[in-house]
């Protein structure tokens, strides 16, 4: 009996030591490790060298830090109200009385599942300025090429494009579960009201599908402080670093020139920032409702 | 009218999206000339950009460690994930709701804070350049365990009785009793965790340099990025088309599942 009550005593703990263990040496660890790293010069090689505040100086004087910020706050600008829009605009359709709901729904999905990589490749080709599809097309109809990838004004636009094409499918599923809530009587008691299209939406459809529309300012925002292997691939930051991300510039300093300690005050600084846009995002929106 | 408006807005909308991918495949079996051509049927079919591709890099090998990888990580998901939610949701015990708190914690935390030392944890451990470094970081994540926190709770305490006093131990109430009892949460997790970890690239390229054991979206970038495809269009897509393949069809097939547990996953956070 005396032992079985310490077995059962122990058992939770048994359980849940692996997770205590992962989080202790890939998290806990890490987190601790990368604020003394910010302290400090190194390059893996050579012993750790304490450098003060070397790399805060650093980082407030660097011109690319500020560029990759000025390019995922672009990214963001153009990606957030894209997404909501298209996503709105699809899933409204589709809520509609219409038949193969459930293969256009798949259809939209589509780019959701598939890699990145796989997406970034895609686009490389659509992009391209003397062959591409895109630039086929506008010629097609009578327009002019644009430099999709090769015009520093436009090159991080064209990403946030490709990036709304890639994930708004996930948005317009969640949208569309969103409207499905509604109660339709709402929209009927509103109709004999004589409410217009726009009072409907402003004042019934939006209230209900405002949570949806936080996630997707929040995902959006945290994805584009995550982008990189659509640079990566596509123009390596380049053209004049109008496409160099935030974790583009971590990777670049802490593997290409092995800065880590540069590296590590880069992440800390892109890590709190992402967590007081989405704190801000969050008062805003709530506030909305 | 009106519904046929939607239509030509819904058939456009489903062209949008299907359309470049048609084009991709197609592109890959037209003769080099004729690719970015915009019409879908190539003159002639040919698999040389194909050959082509395989004879540059090791693409099987790299499709057998990503699928080795990516279910060594699921599978370790759904047990971690199932333990250690089981012992959140059903088992009291101190410390019980500071666990619960460090789970929603690190999945706020921003990953760009850990990337640095984690990749210095490697060199340390001497992990770099192993499956131990593709896999071992991954094997644990938080919002599996929440999900199967949640899942659990929704199931009957009697279910659970019955077992103890037939005298289960708790394994075997987590893996023989609740388990088959949580079909949709092991699809909902095992769906995105072999997604998210069959489709994850920037860590593989911080840790792995020997390409005997790149991954597949690593290979196929460094292959894109690195010039040995040179300006061959058909090679290039060739490549991302093989590393496509497998995803779609495995969502042609549970494309439901698919849609529910990523639209399930969004809705929670």
Redesign the interface.
């Known amino acids: 009996m005396e032992i079985n009550n310490v077995k059962k005593?122990i058992?939770?703990?048994l359980?849940?030591s692996?997770?205590?263990v992962?989080?202790l040496?890939?998290?806990a660890?890490?987190?601790v490790?990368?604020i003394l790293?910010t302290f400090h010069k190194w390059n893996?090689i050579s012993p750790m060298e304490y450098s003060g505040l070397n790399n805060y100086i650093r980082l407030f004087q660097d011109k690319l830090f500020l560029r990759s910020l000025l390019n995922t706050l672009i990214f963001l600008v153009i990606h957030i109200p894209l997404q909501i829009i298209v996503a709105l605009f699809?899933a409204e359709?589709?809520n509609?009385k219409?038949k193969?709901r459930?293969?256009?729904?798949?259809?939209?999905?589509?780019?959701?599942?598939?890699?990145?990589?796989?997406v970034t490749?895609?686009?490389?080709?659509?992009f391209?300025y003397d062959?591409?599809?895109l630039n086929?097309?506008l010629i097609?109809i009578g327009l002019g090429k644009v430099g999709w990838l090769v015009d520093p004004k436009i090159a991080m636009s064209s990403i946030a494009l490709m990036a709304t094409?890639k994930n708004v499918?996930?948005y317009i599923?969640?949208f569309l579960?969103g409207l499905q809530t509604v109660p339709q009587h709402y929209y009927e008691a509103a109709d004999l009201e004589g409410a217009t299209h726009w009072q409907k939406f402003r004042h019934i459809t939006f209230p209900m599908i405002n949570p949806t529309i936080f996630?997707v300012v929040?995902?959006s925002t945290?994805g584009g402080?995550?982008l990189?292997?659509e640079p990566?691939?596509l123009t390596?930051g380049g053209p004049l670093n109008s496409t160099l991300s935030?974790?583009l510039y971590?990777?670049k300093q802490?593997?290409s020139y092995y800065h880590?300690g540069y590296?590590?005050t880069?992440?800390?600084f892109?890590?709190l920032l992402?967590?007081a846009v989405v704190i801000i995002q969050k008062r805003f929106i709530e506030k909305e409702r | 009218m009106k519904k046929a408006l939607f239509y030509i807005i819904l058939v456009f909308g489903a062209l949008m999206f299907i359309y470049p991918f048609a084009w991709m495949l197609t592109a890959t079996l037209a003769p080099e000339k004729e690719i970015g051509n915009l019409v879908l049927i190539p003159s002639s079919v040919s698999l040389n950009s194909y050959t082509q591709m395989f004879a540059k890099i090791p693409i099987t090998r790299a499709l057998l460690n990503s699928l080795f990888v990516s279910s060594v990580i699921t599978l370790g998901v759904l047990v971690f994930g199932s333990m250690v939610g089981y012992a959140l949701s059903r088992l009291e015990f101190k410390g019980r709701n500071l666990i619960f708190f460090i789970i929603i914690f690190t999945m706020t935390l921003p990953f760009q804070i850990t990337l640095i030392p984690q990749y210095i944890i490697m060199v340390k451990f001497g992990w770099v350049d192993t499956y131990l470094a593709l896999i071992v970081p991954y094997l644990m994540n938080a919002l599996s365990i929440i999900m199967f926190r949640q899942y659990f709770k929704s199931l009957p305490q009697d279910l659970i009785d019955a077992a103890r006093i037939d005298g289960c131990n708790e394994l075997t109430i987590i893996f023989r009793i609740l388990w088959p009892n949580s079909i949709p949460a092991l699809i909902t997790v095992g769906i995105i965790t072999f997604m998210a970890s069959w489709n994850e690239v920037l860590w593989p390229l911080i840790v792995i340099r020997n390409e005997d054991l790149m991954t597949m979206p690593q290979l196929v970038t460094l292959f894109v990025v690195g010039g040995r495809a040179e300006s061959q269009l058909g090679v290039r897509l060739a490549s991302a088309t093989v590393l496509a393949l497998p995803i779609i069809v495995a969502y042609l097939f549970f494309q439901k599942y698919f849609i529910q547990s990523m639209a399930s996953t969004g809705i929670k956070e």
Not at chain 1, 105 to 110: D, S, T, W
Request: aromatic content about 22%; charged content about 5%.
């Open positions: 005593k058992t939770p703990y359980l849940v692996p997770y205590l992962h989080f040496v890939f998290i660890f890490p987190v490790f990368s790293l893996i699809l359709v589709l509609q219409v193969l459930g293969f256009f729904r798949a259809a939209f999905f589509l780019p959701v599942i598939v890699s990145g990589v796989v490749i895609l686009w490389e080709q659509l391209g062959t591409g599809l086929r097309i097609f094409w499918g996930l599923v969640l579960v996630m929040v995902l945290i402080f995550s990189f292997i990566y691939i390596g935030a974790v971590i990777y802490g593997f880590m590296s590590a880069l992440g800390l892109f890590a992402i967590v």
